[in-house]
Structures are given as structure tokens and as C-alpha cells.
T-cell receptor, first 113, second 112 residues
Framework: GDSVTQMEGPVTLSEEAFLTINCTYT??????LFWYVQYPGEGLQLLLK?????DKGSNKGFEATYRKETTSFHLEKGSVQVSDSAVYFC????????????FGKGTTLSVSS | NAGVTQTPKFQVLKTGQSMTLQCAQD?????MYWYRQDPGMGLRLIYY???????DKGEVPNGYNVSRLNKREFSLRLESAAPSQTSVYFC???????????FGQGTRLTVV
């Protein structure tokens, strides 16, 4: 079935370091892809999205490119801040009509000053 | 514009008690969802409602029931709470299943 696989965390970085969080998805259908962010004690917020191959989603300095050939949607940021500490979830739309978004298990990012 | 509102935000139940988690959206979205979040498990879908008048089981429906009261409201009921249902519960909505979802702030439930 459809699935999303994220790199396991936690990821621990120093401020201003480069961030990559890997995400791969099962190659069924033509999904839209998303990154969500969850700050402590809050719900998930949409960070960025891409709806077709080669699209690049971007927001708040984060970027991810929809790579159909490698079935990947890796999240990157050139210079992380302490305020980026959160849990990041990769997600895809389902291949089967009438169901729900499929999420990865989440990657915890901790940034220290 | 509140978006997705969940009540209550926190709840402690005794084993065997029942309760209903409420979710309301003012985004005029068709689809609504209930997820639970547990450490190391990510988000797991409990039930969803693709449109008003329909509900379907997700990955972990046992021990739960839902009601899509109208387009705005989607409630989750625990008939006889168990410690294994201790979790954070999130309601989400979307225009359709092919679009992004918007989440509420969550309900933190502890069953003792």
C-alpha cells in the first residue's frame, strides 16, 4: 500500500547548520507531497507542498523538490535557527480515492545555539 | 476565523468512563479526520469522513466511534476508555482527500 518513510531522528544541529531531512514515498499514482511542522504542544501546520514532479515547495527558508525518479521529497534549509526546533512530518495524498493523507512517523529536530 | 477547533484541550478519564471529543471547522471543508499521535508511532488515522453523511474506518478504529453531525462538526467517542487510549488526538479537515489538511490544536487524553 501507500506509505511514506522518513529518516529517523532525532536530528541535532547547531544554529546556522545546513539541514536535510530525507523522505521517500511509494511510487503509486501521482500524489501531492507535503511537509508539516509541529512545534511543542501544538497541532501540525503545513510548511510546504508540491503537487507534481519537479515542483519545488518553499516556505520560511525551507525547500523540498518533488523527485519522481527517486520517489523522494527531502526537506532542506540552508541555515537553521533555534526556533526551527520541532517535529517534521512528510506526507502524501492517497492513491485510493476517498481516504486520507498518509504521514511518515516524523523526525524531531533540535537546534542549539 | 478559528479554523479547526477541538474541545477539550486536556482530559483525564478513569478506565471504563466514556467521553466525546468535539471538533468543529469554519473552513467549509468537505473532509474531516481523527488521528491519534503516540511517541514513536507518528500519526495514525482513526476514522475519517470524506464528505458530510459518510464515515469510514482508518488504521486504528477499535474502541472508537464517530459522528459527522453536519458539514462543520465531527465528533469522536470513546465508549469505555482504556489506558491504551492515552494519547494526543488531532482533528483535521481538508477540501478533499487530494488536498492539504489543516489541523486543530489537539486533545491530550490520559486514561488512568
Amino acid at each position: 500500500g501507500d506509505s511514506v518513510t522518513q529518516m529517523e531522528g532525532p536530528v541535532t544541529l547547531s544554529e546556522e547548520a545546513f539541514l536535510t531531512i530525507n523522505c521517500t514515498y511509494t511510487a503509486t499514482g501521482y500524489p501531492s507531497l507535503f511537509w508539516y511542522v509541529q512545534y511543542p504542544g501544538e497541532g501540525l501546520q503545513l510548511l510546504l507542498k508540491a503537487t507534481k514532479a519537479d515542483d519545488k515547495g518553499s516556505n520560511k527558508g525551507f525547500e523540498a523538490t518533488y523527485r519522481k525518479e527517486t520517489t523522494s521529497f527531502h526537506l532542506e534549509k540552508g541555515s537553521v535557527q533555534v526556533s526551527d526546533s520541532a517535529v517534521y512530518f512528510c506526507a502524501r495524498t492517497p492513491n485510493q480515492a476517498g481516504t486520507a493523507l498518509i504521514f511518515g512517523k516524523g523526525t524531531t529536530l533540535s537546534v542549539s545555539s | 476565523n478559528a479554523g479547526v477547533t477541538q474541545t477539550p484541550k486536556f482530559q483525564v478519564l478513569k478506565t471504563g468512563q466514556s467521553m466525546t471529543l468535539q471538533c468543529a471547522q469554519d473552513m467549509n471543508h468537505n473532509s474531516m479526520y481523527w488521528y491519534r499521535q503516540d511517541p514513536g508511532m507518528g500519526l495514525r488515522l482513526i476514522y475519517y469522513s470524506a464528505s458530510e453523511g459518510t464515515t469510514d474506518k482508518g488504521e486504528v478504529p477499535n474502541g472508537y466511534n464517530v459522528s459527522r453531525l453536519n458539514k462543520r462538526e465531527f465528533s469522536l467517542r470513546l465508549e469505555s476508555a482504556a489506558p491504551s487510549q492515552t494519547s494526543v488526538y488531532f482533528c483535521a479537515t481538508s477540501r478533499g482527500v487530494e488536498t492539504e489538511a489543516f489541523f486543530g490544536q489537539g486533545t491530550r487524553l490520559t486514561v488512568v
